[in-house]
């Protein structure tokens, strides 16, 4: 292979690697990006009942157990007029939110290792 090829594949996987990392994450990102609810079991639910006050990026962008969903619901009913959903609908949603929206481990990405991280002129 001579250096003019090696030169042009090299240029074609440097190129093609963001093109490759993005269409790998976009198909579950896709959803939540839009502000769009996953749509599983229970999610005609979540839309009827939820975005009829605020809009279905707001609980996309949240995460939680069932008692931090339950919690955000009681407060909705004490203080922003939503009303008694009713046992039954609210096990519903409840279940819905914390399957799809449930509590994360981490919101930050990790750190960089080490030898990744730049000279620190401090130490």
């Not at 096990?91 to 990405?109: E, F, M, P």
Request: charged fraction near 20%.
């Amino acid at each position: 292979m001579t250096n003019r090829m090696k030169t042009i594949w090299l240029t074609l996987i440097t190129l093609s690697l963001p093109l490759i990392f993005t269409t790998a994450g976009s198909a579950a990102q896709e959803s939540t990006a839009s502000g769009e609810l996953i749509q599983e079991e229970g999610w005609q639910l979540v839309r009827d009942n939820c975005t009829e006050c605020h809009s279905s990026q707001i609980i996309v962008q949240n995460s939680g157990s069932r008692e931090v969903w339950k919690s955000r619901i009681e407060w909705m009913q004490d203080s922003q007029g939503l009303g008694e959903l009713g046992a039954e609908l609210e096990g519903s949603i409840l279940d819905y939110l914390a399957t799809n929206y449930g509590q994360k481990t981490a919101s930050r990405r990790q750190a960089l290792p080490a030898h990744l991280m730049p000279p620190n002129p401090n130490l």
